[in-house]
């Protein structure tokens, strides 16, 4: 087979092409263009908003996305040329998918905060819920007893979440055995136990066999199985980070690996590890399904862990919602945004810590 | 002692007759016999026979890839850190096999300290605490910390820029302070060897006259070995100097080991006057 | 020198840890590292086992009726519209949710400035960040209106097409708006791990094709899609099992029925395994209800166990291929 390597036709059309796509350069024709695509669609969508009763989701869907495609795609063809038309699709519809997308997150937070807000006082931070029903009006009873609840569920899952999920991270990353790869496969397989089963598993191990009552601890173990996960991958990517000139130097000082670990690794990666720890929490704080299946709930404020069920935050919303009562609605919406808050901190808590052990 | 390492010793003197340094009373304080060296299937290294005096310095030359620093490392038991390491012959210490089965690396390594190319202080502990990590991480107990501190710190020659902030955080130091810092803490735990890989490479100028003043100073009482990249580093600080030199593809070697008067000033092997002279590697 | 017989060759690996206290370390730790082992070989054996006496008395039907009646007697359990249910609404979801997800993906890695970019990286983020009570919360007040609105024009004008019939006039509780929560919560999830498949596109073969002047669908039709195609899928599958094992947010939002709605999407009523455990849990009957509410856990566990694994194993082949 024969090929032309330089037919001038060819080369010339070459050419045009190229001057017909400049890239990353912006001509004020290309501007002009653009600013047409994007005003044009939306204003005449505006003007049928306003004086047309078409249905918004209608109007938006059928009308809006396929007119601001076409304008795309117009002013990308006369722009760029034919190549630039799907371009400028995918353009609009990523731009289309974020904007859906932050609507929706906007959606969530503007409801939570909106609604919440007429539950918050301090009588509902710090009051538990006895002699409290759905009808009883705002300003009684609140989500003290809730939030300990969730406190002490927490605390209990980190106890035994933590230690153990950096252990499974030291495993993998120092230890080094030949089961790194099965442990790894394990932990990721651990992370994808849907938390109502978590739930179900304590349940069976434990309370129906009459081992544990509904209670806090038996939350938090299955907490636990929820957080474990999450701390392990953190904690062996924080652990990755330290250099291994911080191992062999410490093992040139005539250390065993055990010290080297513990005296040298682990500090180094301490802010690391609290992130990770952290991140399980945040994980694990708002689950629902394994609280009513082993803490069940209690209006009373409860201390101890073992003989009694207890209240945390996501079962106290849960319970609070679809009552046919108004100021039932707005304590669940009130807890709610407790909890976001909740889980807020915990995330601005990570990202102060991350932002501190990059700058250094 | 058996009479071979005597011979061995004996040999040694023949050799370094033209050294005003030599004296007869000279003991090894460390050897390698027939050392040869993999990685998986890879011989990076072999047939390296070498004796190290105590209280000199031995510098070990060479281009990048010819197996010094790993065999280096494999002085103090470093090298089986990697996976798939293996080794033959034997390396001795105070005329002992340090990889007989009963031997315990983490004492050896105790004895036989290293510096490492860059300095690696512990960043979660302070200057003090970085001096005495060896000690802690050791489990050994030596009285006195305040006068270790001081002692290794002014050994290392950095005593009297830190001593006022001996509670700061080691990553606070400049890169030539941490190298000297990592060496005080070296020499906390009181070893016999000190392996130094390229210690000077990440350093400025004036850090390394520093360092390499503090390898003078520390060659009268310890053995120091010390790999290096700079000629006139080896020149500068090394009693006895051995030249490494790997073929392409084929493990490396010792072309020639001696006096390092008489490596850099009356070499015997044409590769060894090159490599002197800077014509490769 | 005289050379005699070559040494003995020794292997080093092994010796790593010779020291006392490390062995003892290295159990300890090595111990701990297998806990996930337990917890799922626990889970196994004794939801399992609870599984053993409900299949002994319900026999196969537990799998292919629809009939949940602890009153009866006999006692019958049947769980199939759940399961099929709970299928459903993960279609429903992912129709929704991996486009989104891919377009989210592709504007952060290779067209938004790198500003918009962090900032989308956030509401991400704080999207996968928001705790599943609160979205069915959200779910019940906030979109149930809107979506009723979208369904009933649905019907309006393409009520001839099956999917969107609807006899009764009844437009809460439909699989549609349950499947709709689903895609909320798999969004971040398959973004943020498209999004970081999509990202290791190494800069030599975009240049390229940029150099070649591909456009940008081809560039990602030809080099990002094909490079990253198992990671995305991957990505897709964990999405998947979030959402089969979801309750909460499916709870307040699907009216759960035990006769099959099979493709009518935006009539009330469907079914869904995790759900059916929470809401049967409180009032269930005593011993016999509950087991047969730990089987059907079994079996929600077995599936989503098993679609986790497949996409780590899928996600995993292409990390080795990468690297």
Known sequence: ?360 | MSSAEFENIATLEDEFTESPEVTPERQVEMSAHDISIWFNKRKVLEGVNIEFPKRTVTALIGPSGCGKSTFLRTLNRLHELIPGAALAGEIRYEGKDIYAPEVDPVLIRLAIGMVFQKPNPFPSMTIRGNVLAGLKLSGMKRPNHDDIVEETLTAAGLWTEVKDRLNHEAGSLSGGQQQRLVIARALAVNPHVLLMDEPCSALDPASTLKVEETIRQLSKDITIIIVTHNMQQAVRVADYTAFFLAAEGEPGHIVEQGPTTDIFGNPQDQRTLDYVNGRFG | MVQTAPPEVRDLSSSVSSHKGDRVFNRVITGAAFTALIVLAGITVFLGAQTVPVLHSQGLSFLTTTVWNPTATPAQYGILGMLYGSLLLAVIALVIAVPASLLLSVFMVFMAPKKVATVMTNVVDLMAAIPSVILGLWAFYVLNPAAVEWQKLLNQYLGWFPLFKNDSGNFLGTPFIAGFVLAVMMIPIVTSVTREVLGRTPPELINASEALGCSMWTMLRYVAIPFGRGGIVGGIMLGLGRALGETIAVFFVLKLVFNINFFHIIQSGGGSVATLIVSQFGESSGNPETQALLAAGFFLFAGTLLVNILANLIVRRTGRIQS
């Not at chain 1, 047409?36 to 005449?44: E, F, G, S, T």
């Not at chain 1, 995918?90 to 904007?99: E, R």
């Not at chain 1, 191990?205 to 509904?214: A, E, K």
């Open chain 1, 1 to 360: 087979m024969t090929t032309t390597l330089f037919d001038n036709s060819r080369v010339s059309e070459l050419r045009l092409q190229q001057a017909a796509l400049p890239w990353r350069r912006r001509t004020a024709n290309f501007r002009v263009a653009v600013a047409i695509a994007v005003i044009v669609p939306p204003v005449i969508v505006g003007l049928l908003w306003f004086l047309t009763s078409i249905p918004k989701p209608i109007l938006m869907l059928v009308i809006y996305l396929p007119l601001q495609l076409i304008a795309s795609a117009i002013a990308a063809w006369s722009q760029r040329g034919t190549k630039a038309v799907l371009d400028s699709a995918i353009i609009v519809c990523a731009i289309g998918a974020t904007i859906f997308s932050f609507v929706i997150l906007i959606s969530v937070l503007w409801s939570i905060v909106s609604n919440g807000v007429h539950a918050l006082s301090w009588a509902f931070l710090f009051q538990n819920n006895v002699y409290i029903s759905p009808s009883t009006p705002l300003g009684y009873g609140g989500v003290g007893n809730a939030i300990l609840g969730t406190i002490m569920v927490v605390v209990i899952a980190s106890l035994f979440a933590v230690p153990l999920g950096i252990a499974t991270a030291v495993y993998i990353t120092e230890v080094r055995g030949k089961a790194v790869p099965y442990v790894r496969f394990l932990v990721q397989a651990m992370s994808g136990v849907p938390s109502v089963v978590a739930g179900l598993f304590i349940l069976t191990v434990f309370i129906l066999t009459g081992v544990l009552q509904s209670s806090g601890f038996a939350a938090g173990l299955a907490y636990a199985i929820l957080m474990l996960p999450t701390v392990a991958r953190t904690a062996e990517e924080v652990l990755k980070l330290i250099p291994d000139d911080l191992r062999t130097g410490a093992l040139a000082l005539g250390s065993t690996r055990a010290r080297v670990v513990m005296k040298v690794v682990l500090p180094a990666a301490k802010t690391g590890l609290i992130t990770a720890a952290i991140l399980g929490i945040a994980r694990v704080v708002g689950e629902t399904a394994p609280l009513l299946l082993t803490a069940l709930s209690n209006d009373q404020t409860v201390l101890n862990p073992f003989n009694q069920p207890i209240t945390a935050l996501p079962a106290y919303i849960f319970s609070n919602v679809a009552q046919p009562y108004p100021d039932a609605v707005t304590r669940a919406w009130g807890a709610a945004l407790v909890l976001v808050i909740l889980v807020a901190i915990l995330f601005t808590i990570t990202r102060v810590l991350t932002a501190k052990r990059v700058r250094r």
